[in-house]
T-cell receptor, first 109, second 116 residues
C-alpha cells in the first residue's frame, strides 16, 4: 500500500507563537480530513475535521485550511502552549489507508 | 467499555514465535482499523474491517500477518513467526462510520511488540 515510512519532520516554536503544520495528500477522491494529535506513549486523538466542501474550519485555538486545488491541508495552532507538544498527523477518508507522515511539534518555553 | 481497548499493552517475544494482539472496539462501531507505528515513524495502515464486508487487507506487509473480527466486534491481529522488524506499536481504531459515512477514528493505547 501507500504507506509512509519516513522519519518525521520537526517544527520548533516559541510558546505563545502561532504554529502551522502542513500535510499533502495524493488522492483527489479524499473528501473528509481529520487532524490527529499523538502525545508520547498514547494513541492519536482527534483535533478537528473538515469536509471537502469547505476550505476552512475553526475550533478552539485551531484552524484547519483545505486547498483542494493543490491537495494541501494545514493545521494552525494559535498561541502555542507547551501542552501542544506532540506529533500531528492528517488523515484523509477517501485515502483511508494512509495517514500523512506526521510532524513533531516542539514548544519551547 | 467507554473507549477502544487493546491487549496486551506490552508484549516481548522471541524471534520465530507467534503473537496475538487483541482489540475491543467501542460498542456499536462498525469500522475497525489496525495500524502499525514504528519508532519515530508515521502510522502504517494494515487492515480495515467495515461491517460484514470483506476486510481490506491491502496493508498487511506479509502473509505472516492476519486479522479477524468475530461477530463484528472484537478483532485479533496475529503475527506468525515474528521477526525483529515486526517490533512496533500496533494501534487499533474504531469508527461509527464507513463507506459513504464519515466519522472520527477513536484509537486504543496500542500494543507495544518487541521481538528479540
Amino acid at each position: 500500500g501507500e504507506n509512509v515510512g519516513l522519519h518525521l519532520p520537526t517544527l520548533s516554536v516559541q510558546e505563545g507563537d502561532n504554529s502551522i503544520i502542513n500535510c499533502a495528500y495524493s488522492n483527489s477522491a479524499s473528501d473528509y480530513f481529520i487532524w490527529y494529535k499523538q502525545e508520547s506513549g498514547k494513541g492519536p486523538q482527534f483535533i478537528i475535521d473538515i469536509r471537502s466542501n469547505m476550505d476552512k474550519r475553526q475550533g478552539q485555538r485551531v484552524t484547519v485550511l483545505l486547498n483542494k486545488t493543490v491537495k494541501h491541508l494545514s493545521l494552525q495552532i494559535a498561541a502555542t502552549q507547551p501542552g501542544d507538544s506532540a506529533v500531528y498527523f492528517c488523515w484523509g477518508y477517501g485515502n483511508k489507508l494512509v495517514f500523512g507522515a506526521g510532524t513533531i511539534l516542539r514548544v519551547k518555553s | 467499555g467507554a473507549g477502544v481497548s487493546q491487549s496486551p499493552s506490552n508484549k516481548v517475544t522471541e524471534k520465530g514465535k507467534d503473537v496475538e494482539l487483541r482489540c475491543d472496539p467501542i460498542s456499536g462501531h462498525t469500522a475497525l482499523y489496525w495500524y502499525r507505528q514504528s519508532l519515530g515513524q508515521g502510522l502504517e495502515f494494515l487492515i480495515y474491517f467495515q461491517g460484514n464486508s470483506a476486510p481490506d487487507k491491502s496493508g498487511l506487509p506479509s502473509d505472516r500477518f492476519s486479522a479477524e473480527r468475530t461477530g463484528g466486534s472484537v478483532s485479533t491481529l496475529t503475527i506468525q513467526r515474528t521477526q525483529q522488524e515486526d517490533s512496533a506499536v500496533y494501534l487499533c481504531a474504531s469508527s461509527s462510520g464507513g463507506g459513504t459515512l464519515r466519522g472520527e477514528l477513536f484509537f486504543g493505547e496500542g500494543s507495544r511488540l518487541t521481538v528479540l
